[in-house]
């Protein structure tokens, strides 16, 4: 089940814009509909509806929500491998893998480099097999 856009949907187009895998489609001025084949369930667009026409996959509406307030991904370096499973799995490409320290190094943890690019769609989150990511909102 993916997100669904309701018939509150004005076409504004800010969701098919933004979505991070083009999985929402539609003309201006008419409701968009979202591939459920291709939506990865981020909620980036709901985030930014201005009408609050955005479902989740249990059927909750999704309030707008200024970019401020999103959640980030806080890494836990004590406890990230660095495996990378995360990093592969963001769509806004904003989480690396850190460089090591020292020559010989094998102590690398992911990282967010890109804090301002992060959709805060918790993906990263719910890959992670160890459990080694938190969330933070700027307020």
Do not use: Q
Not at 9 to 19: Q, R
Not at 36 to 43: A, K, V
Not at 44 to 50: A, D, N, Q, T
């Amino acid at each position: 089940m993916s997100h669904v856009i309701t018939d509150a949907c004005i076409g504004c187009h800010i969701c098919a814009k933004n979505c991070p895998v083009s999985a929402i489609t539609g003309s201006i001025k008419e409701i968009h509909v979202i591939d459920s084949e291709l939506c990865i369930d981020c909620g980036l667009c709901g985030r930014l509806c201005p009408k609050s026409a955005i479902t989740d996959p249990d059927g909750h509406t999704i309030t707008r929500l200024p970019k401020d307030e999103w959640e980030k991904p806080v890494i836990d370096g004590s406890l990230c491998a660095g495996c990378s499973v995360c990093v592969e799995n963001c769509p806004a490409d904003c989480l690396v893998i850190s460089a090591p320290a020292f020559h010989g190094d094998i102590r690398t943890i992911a990282e967010l480099v890109r804090p301002d690019d992060c959709i805060g769609c918790h993906i990263c989150g719910r890959v992670c097999p160890i459990d080694a990511i938190r969330y933070k909102s700027n307020k």
